[in-house]
Nanobody
Framework: QVQLVESGGGLAQAGDSLTLSCATSSEIFSKTVMGWFRQAPGKEREFVAARSWTGASFGYPDAVKGRFTISRDSARNAVDLQMNNLKVEDTAVYYC??????????????WGQGTQVTVSS
């Protein structure tokens, strides 16, 4: 059973930084694209960032570009999402995903349980 274990969510104030981490098995880490999506209440799940096992990035949407950075740590079989200068509109449940890659949630077959990020003004 594929497991994606997320950590690092929580409460933050606007302007703060948070880092989300997602750990998985070495097999999944070395053979899939791993990324992050987020879903705010009443909104569709949206792409945040992804990076393949080769290191190639799928870019960032304008809403997070310049503030969020995804990285892979092969020593931990984990992918991290560094979130800087957080905004209230970043409030959402953040999901780790693994799959063939892309910016559509349908491109990913494995999902974490989600971690809440709440940003207050």
């Amino acid at each position: 059973q594929v497991q994606l274990v997320e950590s690092g969510g929580g409460l933050a104030q606007a302007g703060d930084s948070l880092t989300l981490s997602c750990a998985t098995s070495s097999e999944i880490f070395s053979k899939t694209v791993m990324g992050w999506f987020r879903q705010a209440p009443g909104k569709e799940r949206e792409f945040v960032a992804a990076r393949s096992w080769t290191g190639a990035s799928f870019g960032y949407p304008d809403a997070v570009k310049g503030r969020f950075t995804i990285s892979r740590d092969s020593a931990r079989n984990a992918v991290d999402l560094q979130m800087n200068n957080l905004k209230v509109e970043d409030t959402a449940v953040y999901y780790c995903a693994a799959g063939r890659g892309g910016r559509r949630w349908r491109d990913y077959g494995y999902w974490g349980q989600g971690t809440q990020v709440t940003v207050s003004s």
